[in-house]
Nanobody, 122 residues
Framework: QVQLVESGGGLVQPGGSLRLSCAAS????????MSWYRQAPGKERELVAA????????KYADSVKGRFTIFRDNAKNTVYLQMNSLKPEDTAVYHC???????????????WGQGTQVTVSS
């Protein structure tokens, strides 16, 4: 079955960095655009970043442009999110999911997983 296992979150001080990883299995990873979403307490889930199948195109939420970088390794079936200059407002649970670039929506191959918690605090 489809599995998306996020990791790499943690507690970091403002200005710090983290790299999130998402290991995918159960589907042809290289055939799908991929994305990272996040959900902060009391807020709706939002798209953070997305990347096309071979990484030729990327897009970012305005709030993370210039600080976050999405990239992927199709040989490892893994998508990453490098997060630099972290701010308290980046605190959220981060999830990865396949992404429909044309409709700009998530492709629901499975339910949302546990995600990985990122907490930015001094």
């Amino acid at each position: 079955q489809v599995q998306l296992v996020e990791s790499g979150g943690g507690l970091v001080q403002p200005g710090g960095s983290l790299r999130l990883s998402c290991a995918a299995s159960g589907f042809t990873f290289s055939s799908y655009a991929m994305s990272w979403y996040r959900q902060a307490p009391g807020k709706e889930r939002e798209l953070v970043a997305a990347i096309t199948t071979i990484g030729g195109r990327k897009k970012y939420a305005d709030s993370v442009k210039g600080r976050f970088t999405i990239f992927r390794d199709n040989a490892k079936n893994t998508v990453y999110l490098q997060m630099n200059s972290l701010k308290p407002e980046d605190t959220a649970v981060y999830h990865c999911t396949p992404y429909n670039w044309a409709t700009m929506t998530r492709i629901s191959l499975s339910s949302w997983g546990q995600g990985t918690q990122v907490t930015v605090s001094s």
